[in-house]
């Protein structure tokens, strides 16, 4: 079945690579109360598993007992060492954040920045600054991590944050470091590893990775550590071994 989702990822991911309109260039902040929606579900979001390259909306459980070993077998795949140390890491290393620059990645350098962008693919009734199919002034999401419905607004942006599901001092700690940064920029950018959730828990997660914390939402957590190890994967990152059994415990 996954096959015949796989066009829909194409064309989603076309649609998607339109730039900024004159207001967002010359700073225009006028809301003209125009209103959008890019009739993604608020409720459930979409299955890891159908969603390799990140450009569907959300996360939605995992819950079939197929989902579940096909989730085992991706999360054996990971190969595993030590955290290395964070000396050198700095934020900057990934390049400017949510800068349109990143190279190889989808969404990138459609004349969007990369937090617009993935705002735009979460949320739903997506109302946009005036003259601009860029810059969100408002809109609903689903928030994955806790479950629950969050109405966001630009005047109180911190209410949700994305989410660097492989956090970028962990990626740095196990083989980032040594890396060109044109690809800390993909990773920093990429679509599979970002997500639109609630700001207060993605600050409690910080840096932390799936042995020291999951999310708060019980449901969504072999969904989530199965984005993990797809980011994982695709970068060719190792994860600790304490990681990888709690992955593998999530998909039970």
Same mark, same amino acid.
């Given at each position: 079945? =996954?096959?015949?989702?796989?066009?829909?990822?194409?064309?989603?991911?076309?649609?998607?690579?339109?730039?900024?309109?004159?207001?967002?260039?010359?700073?225009?902040?006028?809301?003209?109360?125009?209103?959008?929606?890019?009739?993604?579900?608020?409720?459930?979001?979409?299955?890891?598993?159908?969603?390799?390259?990140?450009?569907?909306?959300?996360?939605?459980?995992?819950?079939?007992?197929?989902?579940?070993?096909?989730?085992?077998?991706?999360?054996?795949?990971?190969?595993?060492?030590?955290?290395?140390?964070?000396?050198?890491?700095?934020?900057?290393?990934?390049?400017?954040?949510?800068?349109?620059?990143?190279?190889?990645?989808?969404?990138?350098?459609?004349?969007?920045?990369?937090?617009?962008?993935?705002?735009?693919?979460?949320?739903?009734?997506?109302?946009?600054?005036?003259?601009?199919?860029?810059?969100?002034?408002?809109?609903?999401?689903?928030?994955?991590?806790?479950?629950?419905?969050?109405?966001?607004?630009?005047?109180?942006?911190?209410?949700?944050?994305?989410?660097?599901?492989?956090?970028?001092?962990?990626?740095?700690?196990?083989?980032?470091? =040594?890396?060109?940064?044109?690809?800390?920029?993909?990773?920093?950018?990429?679509?599979?590893?970002?997500?639109?959730?609630?700001?207060?828990?993605?600050?409690?997660?910080?840096?932390?990775?799936?042995?020291?914390?999951?999310?708060?939402?019980? =449901?969504?957590?072999?969904?989530?550590?199965?984005?993990?190890?797809?980011?994982?994967?695709?970068?060719?990152?190792?994860?600790?071994?304490?990681?990888?059994?709690?992955?593998?415990?999530?998909?039970?």
């Amino acid at each position: 079945m =996954r096959r015949f989702r796989a066009a829909a990822v194409v064309v989603a991911a076309a649609a998607a690579l339109t730039g900024c309109g004159l207001a967002d260039a010359i700073g225009l902040e006028v809301d003209t109360g125009s209103a959008r929606s890019n009739g993604a579900s608020s409720e459930h979001g979409t299955n890891p598993l159908d969603n390799p390259d990140g450009t569907k909306p959300g996360l939605a459980p995992i819950t079939s007992a197929e989902d579940k070993q096909e989730a085992r077998d991706l999360i054996e795949k990971l190969a595993t060492r030590g955290r290395g140390p964070k000396t050198g890491y700095s934020r900057d290393e990934y390049g400017y954040a949510w800068a349109d620059t990143a190279t190889g990645v989808p969404l990138a350098r459609n004349g969007c920045d990369t937090r617009n962008d993935i705002l735009s693919r979460d949320g739903t009734n997506l109302r946009y600054r005036s003259g601009s199919d860029c810059v969100l002034e408002s809109m609903t999401v689903y928030d994955p991590y806790t479950g629950t419905t969050i109405e966001w607004r630009k005047s109180d942006a911190a209410k949700v944050q994305i989410d660097h599901v492989v956090p970028l001092s962990y990626s740095w700690q196990m083989g980032a470091s =040594r890396w060109p940064k044109e690809k800390r920029v993909q990773i920093a950018n990429d679509p599979l590893n970002l997500l639109s959730v609630d700001g207060s828990t993605n600050s409690a997660k910080g840096d932390s990775s799936p042995a020291s914390w999951l999310p708060p939402n019980r =449901r969504i957590r072999c969904a989530y550590v199965v984005r993990f190890a797809q980011v994982a994967l695709k970068y060719g990152l190792p994860v600790t071994q304490p990681d990888k059994t709690a992955m593998l415990e999530q998909c039970r």
